[in-house]
């Protein structure tokens, strides 16, 4: 029993930190981006958003950042900081991103037809500015900091990542359906 406790304290450690970043994400998404005054926050929005954190994201990120830790060996130095981060970006972007907005669905009680409309409207956006930002991020990460940090660092950036990502994943769909179909069309 004891072990078993000892074995998850990192991983509730992680959740417990990856929850606050995630939520002072959302509340910096409703205060700053959707202007709303403090007193108008949804703090049901927040705990949802900040739960996800909790439950999902801080253990699958301390998992994650172990596991390419003990994978891709070597010194030190820019090209396993460069080969982490290509192996980052091509697995666990893409899937976290998708669970995070498929989660934010369900925890909102969006139908699933909602929730794949969501997908299709709102993922690609997500993930084009994922690559913009995380690959340099996850370089520096890799490349400087010791891996007891890597994921506190992650998730310190990540709180203007969250803000991003929790305004997208709450605006009202049938508010941004038309424009959002025209910004692909015209990406195409």
Do not use: H
């Amino acid at each position: 029993m004891a072990s078993n406790i000892r074995f998850l304290r990192p991983y509730v450690s992680e959740g417990l930190r990856a929850a606050g970043i995630m939520g002072a994400g959302d509340i910096l998404a409703q205060t700053v981006v959707e202007k709303k005054s403090f007193k108008d926050i949804d703090l049901i929005r927040t705990a949802k958003y900040g739960s996800l954190g909790m439950l999902f994201v801080g253990p699958v990120l301390k998992y994650w950042f172990g596991l390419l830790d003990r994978q891709i060996r070597g010194k030190q130095g820019v090209q396993r900081a460069l080969k982490k981060m290509a192996v980052d970006q091509a697995i666990m972007a893409p899937s976290l991103n998708l669970a995070i907005a498929s989660l934010v669905g369900l925890i909102n009680n969006e139908k699933p037809g909602d929730i794949a409309e969501r997908l299709k409207t709102q993922y690609p956006d997500i993930m084009k500015t994922n690559y913009i930002i995380w690959p340099a991020v996850q370089i520096l990460n890799f490349g400087l900091v010791p891996l007891r940090y890597q994921v506190v660092f992650v998730q310190t950036i990540a709180v203007f990542w969250n803000c991003f990502v929790s305004q997208r994943l709450n605006e009202k769909l049938a508010d941004k359906t038309p424009q959002l179909m025209d910004e692909q069309e015209k990406s195409l």
